[in-house]
C-alpha cells in the first residue's frame, strides 16, 4: 500500500519567507507526527496529532512554526519568517490506531534557508 | 525526560563481521524501545521494535536487539555484516500507553569494508 508522503521533497527559501510544508499519511492512521532532523541537533519531535485531540505542540521551537492537520488526514507545517536555524529535513510519520505503536516515516522535505 | 545514548557515532566492521550497535535509554520505567535505518536520501524505516513479551526481538534483514531492563540497554547485532547495511541507524524510544512521540538517540553511521 501507498506510504507516508510529502510536498515538496526539496524547498529553498530566502530568509524572512514563509514556508508550508505537507504531509499525506498512510490511510487508516490516526496519529501523525512531525519531527525535525538537523546536523546540530539530530531528530527533533516538533508536533503530534492523535484523531480529534488537541495537538502536542510541545516540541515546536517558537511561535514561528505551527502545523494543522485537516479532516483528521493531511497535515501542513508551516513555518513563517524563515531563518537559517530553520534549514534541516522535516519529517512527517504516521501510526495506526492499535497495535504495536512503530512510526511509518516520509522522505521528508529538505529545507534550505538562504 | 526520555534520553538516549548511542555510543559511537560511527562505527566500521568489515564485510562477514558481527554488527553491534550501542543503545542505553534513561527512563526508570522501560519505555519502548525501537530501531530505525536511514539510508542517504531517504526517510527512517523500522528494523525492530520491543513493547512487551520475549525480550530478544528479531527485525528485518537479518538483525535483532536485546532489551536487558538491568543495563537499560537495547543493543543492535547482526552476526555478519552485508555492504547494503551500510547506513545511519538510531535507537528510539517513546513512553508507554499508545502512540507517543520518539524521542532519539543521536544515530551511528554503520561503514561497511570489504
Known amino acids: 500500500g501507498a506510504g507516508v508522503s510529502q510536498s515538496p521533497s526539496n524547498k529553498v527559501t530566502e530568509k524572512g519567507k514563509d514556508v508550508e510544508l505537507r504531509c499525506d499519511p498512510i490511510?487508516?492512521?490516526?496519529?501523525l507526527y512531525w519531527y525535525r532532523q538537523s546536523l546540530g541537533q539530530g531528530l527533533e519531535f516538533l508536533i503530534y496529532f492523535q484523531g480529534n485531540s488537541a495537538p502536542d505542540k510541545s516540541g515546536l521551537p517558537s511561535d514561528r512554526f505551527s502545523a494543522e492537520r485537516t479532516g483528521g488526514s493531511v497535515s501542513t507545517l508551516t513555518i513563517q519568517r524563515t531563518q537559517q536555524e530553520d534549514s534541516a529535513v522535516y519529517l512527517c510519520?504516521?501510526?495506526?490506531?492499535?497495535?504495536?505503536?512503530?512510526?511509518?516515516f516520509g522522505p521528508g522535505t529538505r529545507l534550505t534557508v538562504t | 525526560a526520555q534520553s538516549v545514548t548511542q555510543l559511537g557515532s560511527h562505527v566500521s566492521v568489515s564485510e562477514g563481521a558481527l554488527v553491534l550497535l550501542r543503545c542505553n535509554y534513561s527512563s526508570s520505567v522501560p519505555p519502548y524501545l525501537f530501531w530505525y535505518v536511514q539510508y542517504p536520501n531517504q526517510g527512517l524505516q523500522l528494523l525492530l521494535k520491543y513493547t512487551t513479551g520475549a525480550t530478544l526481538v528479531k527485525g528485518i534483514n537479518g538483525f535483532e536487539a536485546e532489551f536487558k531492563k538491568s543495563e537499560t540497554s537495547f543493543h543492535l547485532t547482526k552476526p555478519s555484516a552485508h555492504m547494503s547495511d551500510a547506513a545511519e541507524y538510531f535507537c528510539?524510544?517513546?513512553?508507554?500507553?499508545?502512540?507517543?512521540?520518539?524521542?532519539f538517540g543521536q544515530g551511528t553511521r554503520l561503514t561497511i569494508n570489504p
Open positions: 490511510s487508516g492512521h490516526t496519529a
Open positions: 510519520a504516521s501510526s495506526p490506531p492499535k497495535g504495536g505503536y512503530e512510526q511509518y
Open positions: 528510539a524510544v517513546s513512553d508507554r500507553g499508545g502512540a507517543q512521540k520518539l524521542v
